[in-house]
């Protein structure tokens, strides 16, 4: 008989004598493969706090229930390892959903804006809007009207073209010319 089923034969005494109640055959169980089985959860979670704990999951699932193991499906150490590589992939699985459900949770919640930044943002905007019309006042009449249908009362250029009864064309060209000139204007007075 070779070593390795030597091994497994009184593997399998071990747990014929655990489910007879055998606290010792537990104990020997867990120090032949409990290193072995911590540094697979180990590998598979990366976190040793966790491989212990699904180790010991494992371990305290085979003392409550040692018929689950059957002798016609392989070794103990094969059905053992196994239990807590799945055991560890199903953490790694739930701390991965749980993981998505908090970030999309977060998500959906706005941020804590400091109250100040947002009196500061408040001031700028409205420093801005000051020089935006002032700019806006200072540009020839009709790429002013123009500018204003669009960007204060939000009609398309097609929608002015027909209001004012002038060619698309015209209107493109005096909403281009009066964004050249507003964006020079207000170049020069930030500079």
């Known amino acids: 008989m070779a070593v390795r089923d030597l091994e497994d034969a009184r593997d399998r005494d071990l747990v014929r004598r655990l489910r007879r109640g055998d606290e010792e055959a537990f104990a020997h169980l867990f120090r032949r493969y409990g290193p072995v089985a911590k540094a697979l959860a180990t590998k598979v979670i990366r976190q040793s706090f966790m491989a212990e704990e699904i180790v010991q999951e494992a371990f305290l699932a085979l003392w409550k229930d040692p018929t689950a193991y059957r002798e016609d499906r392989g070794t103990v150490r094969a059905w053992l390892l196994s239990a ?39 001031v700028d ?67």
Do not use: C, N
């Open 84 to 122: 807590v590589h799945h055991r560890a992939v199903d953490r790694v699985r739930r701390e991965e959903a749980q993981r998505r459900r908090a970030d999309a949770m977060e998500s959906q919640w706005p941020t804590a804006e400091d109250p100040g930044e947002a009196v500061v943002e408040q």
């Open 125 to 191: 905007l409205a420093a801005q809007r000051t020089r935006v019309r002032t700019a806006l006042r200072e540009i020839p009449q009709e790429q002013r009207q123009i500018l204003e249908l669009m960007y204060f009362q939000g009609k398309t250029q097609s929608a002015i073209s027909e209001e004012l009864g002038l060619p698309l064309g015209t209107v493109k060209s005096r909403t281009l010319l009066g964004m050249r000139r507003l964006r020079g204007m207000l170049m020069e007075r930030t500079s």
